[in-house]
T-cell receptor
């Protein structure tokens, strides 16, 4: 079985600062990894995904994540935070190559200060 | 396309009452699923379906029933509501075949059981 741990349930950054949201996974085989974003009172939207190949993955809105197998990590970064980035972010993992049957982390709420 | 729709948006029940959460999608997706979202626990899979007439249990199925009579609809039934079922419920859909399909989420139903 696989699991996901997101370190830090709340992260606060200033506008223009680096965003770093941490995600570590546990899996017996290399999983497929996803980041989803949830804006207030909305459903989740796909931000980016790692499947195979290049370990640095670029997503929407300037976000990117790097898959590090040796560290079992898939941290999400953005060089410069914007007020509109304030949301909850979820890391998810699956062993299903159709992208279904996701296991989610507990989520990290990102707050951006002006 | 309306995408994934859920009704109602809000619901308050008394312990022991029953109700059905509705979910519909117009993208001809074979795969549909129900998640519940609780603070600090991310989203947990309740039930899923890989096509009309086929359903299966996820991580937290107890107290919930589902059926899938059409490709479009996937209702979630609470037979006898309990306070532990107070949560936000999300329906999601995606293609079943193909690789690394994006899950599309509905806007959620916020349920309170008194």
């Amino acid at each position: 079985a696989q699991s996901v741990t997101q370190l830090g349930s709340h992260v606060s950054v200033s506008e223009g600062a680096l965003v770093l949201l941490r995600c570590n996974y546990s899996s017996s085989v290399p999983p497929y990894l996803f980041w989803y974003v949830q804006y207030p009172n909305q459903g989740l939207q796909l931000l980016l995904k790692y499947t195979t190949g290049a370990t640095l993955v670029k997503g929407i809105n300037g976000f990117e994540a790097e898959f590090k197998k040796s560290e079992t990590s898939f941290h999400l970064t953005k060089p410069s935070a914007h007020m509109s980035d304030a949301a909850e972010y979820f890391c998810a993992v699956t062993l299903n190559n159709a992208g279904n049957m996701l296991t989610f982390g507990g989520g990290t709420r990102l707050m951006v200060k002006p | 396309n309306a995408g994934v729709t859920q009704t109602p948006k809000f619901q308050v029940l008394k312990t022991g009452q029953s109700m059905t959460l509705q979910c519909a999608q117009d993208m001809n997706h074979e795969y549909m699923s129900w998640y519940r979202q609780d603070p600090g626990m991310g989203l947990r899979l309740i039930h899923y379906s890989v096509g009309a007439g086929i359903t299966d249990q996820g991580e937290v199925p107890n107290g919930y029933n589902v059926s899938r009579s059409t490709t479009e609809d996937f209702p979630l039934r609470l037979l006898s509501a309990a306070p532990s079922q107070t949560s936000v419920y999300f329906c999601a859909s995606s293609y079943r075949r193909g690789l690394f399909n994006e899950q599309f989420f509905g806007p959620g139903t916020r349920l309170t059981v008194l």
